[in-house]
């Protein structure tokens, strides 16, 4: 059954981090700006990255699916060597010791109007790595968090603008623990992996956003200081023998500006993130990215981490479809322990301005080529 397991890893996820859920679960589109878009977030994004960019949200957005996909790459290119694996041969996992297998996958709703929104959030994230050849066991990942989002924006000027968002979120995992080959190959689907991690709970959590546009002709550049889970958000317990994890809060400076020329947008922005954290090296902070947009053709780069990013996306009416191969530094510094990955996501957004017409994620008219 291990090789259903591994498939089940890839594909059953996407159907439904120890990190703040506005970054854990970032579409594609931000992981090829670097991990940049706070600084761009309008409508029902804003609601779960940045709740002050509501307040220049169009009349009315509906976020009807959202979808993201993930795996490294060691995962993808091994998916044939999966089905060679026999739980009764141990040499059949020698390939896979001190490899990581890691799959993630995220779904979010939202609706919003100016200054108002509401949105809902499951992220799912599973690792595997297997270590101790005498006696192997798989080190393993498991959390789920399923959130709901309740946002809003506030003007202190006619330039600056105050967000909130209240999230309550049930967490399943959050930890890690010690399998054996006999637990994992025995395992029929990714809910009998699941249930080995038994605790879960509850909690309460608050972001406070800060955003300021600068009067800056053409550019229009915007400046944001985000703070993720004030206070932390700790959980209640609500099955298993303790409380899951608590998520730490996270203070973030970003900025951008944008470029509307005739069949052409740029953007390009930056991030520093964790920046109340000192045990975090300044160069795991440090994120930057670009977005090129053409009528239907979105091309994007970025630099996180100490690593490039880069992605594409689609637009076909209200579909937008997004791809990109980023790195996450697992280690301590940047250029210790890459990770490399891949990411797809789907969206599915209505836009609409006063007369109802409509509208991209920037307010502009949609015409047959379209562009964010």
Same mark, same amino acid.
């Given at each position: 059954m291990m090789k259903f397991v591994f498939s089940? =890893? $890839?594909? &059953?996820?996407? *159907?439904?981090?120890?990190?703040?859920?506005?970054?854990?679960?970032?579409?594609?589109?931000?992981? #090829?700006?670097?991990?940049?878009?706070?600084?761009?977030?309008r409508g029902a994004d804003a609601i779960f990255v940045n709740p002050?960019?509501?307040?220049?949200?169009?009349?009315?957005?509906?976020? =009807? $699916?959202? &979808?993201?996909? *993930?795996?490294?790459?060691?995962?993808?290119?091994?998916?044939?060597n999966f089905q060679d694996i026999d #739980?009764?041969?141990?040499?059949?996992?020698?390939?896979?010791?001190?490899e990581k297998v890691w799959a993630q996958a995220?779904?979010?709703?939202?609706v919003a109007i100016p200054f108002f929104g509401i949105g809902y959030l499951n992220n799912a994230e599973v690792s595997l790595e297997l270590h101790n050849p005498a006696f192997p066991e798989f080190d393993t990942y498991f959390v789920q968090d399923e959130a709901i989002y309740l946002a809003g924006a506030f003007p202190l000027?006619?330039?600056t603008y105050l967000g909130l968002a209240f999230k309550r979120i049930n967490r399943w995992g959050g930890s890690t623990q010690e399998l054996s080959i006999g637990d994992v190959s025995d395992a029929s689907s990714i809910q009998d992996i699941g249930d080995r991690f038994q605790n879960k709970g509850q909690g309460y959590g608050v972001d406070v956003a800060l955003m300021t546009?600068?009067?800056?002709?053409?550019?229009?550049?915007?400046?944001?200081?985000i703070m993720q889970d004030v206070g932390t958000t700790t959980f209640n317990k609500t099955a298993g023998d303790e409380a899951p994890p608590a998520i730490p809060q996270s203070l973030t400076f970003a900025g951008g500006l944008g470029v509307d020329l005739p069949g052409l947008d740029v953007l390009v922005g930056f991030e520093a993130r964790h920046l109340t954290e000192p045990d975090i090296q300044i160069g795991k902070k440090l994120h930057l990215g670009a977005e090129v947009s053409l009528p239907m053709i979105d091309l994007r780069a970025g630099y996180g981490q100490g690593y490039f990013s880069y992605g594409a996306g689609v637009n076909l009416l209200i579909f937008h479809i997004d791809a990109v191969s980023y790195t996450e530094e697992m280690g301590v510094y940047p250029g210790q322990a890459g990770d490399a990955r891949y990411m797809v996501t789907l969206n599915i957004d209505l836009s609409f301005d006063a007369d109802f017409k409509f509208t991209d994620n920037s307010g502009k008219k949609r015409r047959l080529k379209q562009r964010r």
């Open positions: 089940v =890893l $890839l594909i &059953l996820t996407s *159907a439904i981090a120890q990190a703040q859920l506005g970054d854990a679960s970032r579409s594609a589109r931000s992981r #090829a700006m670097g991990g940049v878009y706070a600084p761009f977030a002050a960019g509501l307040a220049t949200s169009p009349v009315l957005e509906i976020k =009807l $699916l959202e &979808l993201s996909a *993930a795996t490294n790459s060691f995962t993808f290119e091994n998916i044939k #739980a009764n041969d141990p040499s059949t996992f020698n390939r896979f010791f001190g995220t779904g979010k709703l939202g000027s006619p330039t546009e600068l009067p800056v002709p053409v550019f229009k550049p915007t400046l944001g200081l």
